[in-house]
Structure formats: C-alpha cells, structure tokens
DNA sequence: CGGATCGTCAACCGGATGGTTGAATATGCG
DNA sequence: CGCATATTCAACCATCCGGTTGACGATCCG
C-alpha cells in the first residue's frame, strides 16, 4: 500500500469507520466513548482506530490515561482532490459547498454571478 | 456489505482500479485494452471490472463481442458528497476549494482574510 | 466449417481483514 | 500501596481479496 490514498480509500470502505468519522465531526472523544454505540469489542474499535490514524484520517493524542480522537482533514481531502478529477462531469457546485460559500463570505459579500 | 459506499470506497482503494478509472476518463475502451498497460492477467484485470462496475463507478457495454468500459460518474459523486460532508471544519486550507473560489469569484475578490 | 480473438468462469493459493478472547501496560485515585 | 479504569498487545480464527492458470462460451472472419 505505497500510495497514501489506498489506505485512506480502504480505511473509508467499512462503515464501522465511517460511522466513527461522523461522531468525530461532532466533537472529540475518547477510545472508550467510541466504542460505545457499537456491537463490538473495544479491542475491535481500537483497531479501527488505529486504521483510521495510519491513513491520517484521524489523530490520537493521549492525555493521561485518556486518548482522544479527532478528526484529521489532509487525508480526506487528498482523497477528495483525487475524486474531484472525475467531479469534470458535475463540477463543485454542490449544495453544501454553496451554503460554505454563503457562511464564509459573510452578509456582505457579492455574488460574482 | 449493504451500505453502497462500502463498495465504492473499497473499489477506489485499489491502485489499479483507481488507474483503470484515469484510463476510461480519457476514453471509453474495450477490456483488452484496458488490461493492455498492466502487468497481470487479463482475467485479473476483468475482476477488477466486475468490482468497478458493481460499485457503480463503471458501466459495461457488450458490443458484438467486445464489450466496452465507459465511467459512471454517479457513484463517485455520491462518494464526493458524502466527503463533502466532512469538509466544513476546515474549508479553507483545501487547496481545490481555494481554487474553486477564485474561479467562482473571478479576479475582483476580496479575502476575507 | 474451423481457427483466432474476446472475455468470463472455476479452482486454487498466499496474504490481508475484521472479529474474538485473555493477558499486559499505563494511569488515576482512595 | 493497591485497585479500578483506559487502552493496547498477542494469538487465534473465518472470511475476503488479488492474483494465477486452464478450460470454456461467444463472436468474428477466411
């Protein structure tokens, strides 16, 4: 797995992981926090961690006997770019990045069209 | 595997796939020419197409006795914005988004900042 | 018809993946 | 200290994955 984006693509094709990444989009959590929703061992959402940080997609930090995880965007992103290559059919204009637009320029932004 | 990204991101995070898809973005082309370039079997390489084209990201065409490789981009878009989903924490370092707002602001854009 | 080309199928193999359990390693706390 | 909590490690297991080879079904063409 030389290419960074196989373990990013692979890491994103479990929906255990996936699932894990949308809780972490709402607020950083420790291992244990993680593993609570789901019907697995701990050990098992450990390694999806583990997964999920060596394809950069999270960071671990521990801070004393805690470890918190949080989400890491380069990876994601790497891997959007990539797909983006294909997006030449429908370019970016998808709702979500329009309404980022919208936040992101503020009230008094001109639209350019 | 029920959850149709599963199989969408597990598909992209083979190298070869991912190359087989930059083939067909060029050009729609024939089995045998799309095993051409890579250094394995020609019944490899057609697995490949069967997982491609049962994520969706490949349509399949039978024409007398070729059968022709075409992108479908719906897969991949759906893929895309499930990402895009996880684009809103950082927006603005994404190197694609910078260039989408310049592009989408044209050359008169102020920074906010 | 009969041979060549296109592509898949089937069986097989080694290695990766996703899960389990139980022991081990920190760290916090009374 | 000594116990509870947090997390990983190690061994193990079943299944999946990516590749091989050889046989097979289809289709074109001389």
Redesign the pocket.
Known sequence: ?SDPLD?IF?AL??P??RAILSMLLEDDM??????APF?????????????LTRAGLIA?E???????CKLDPDAMRRASVWMQGFGQFEPVNLDAFERFLAAELGGEAQKAE
């Open positions: 797995m373990a692979a094709a479990d255990t992981r420790a291992v244990t926090d993680v593993a019907d697995m061992s701990l050990a098992a959402v450990s390694k999806h961690l583990v997964i671990q521990k801070r004393g006997r805690v470890k918190w």
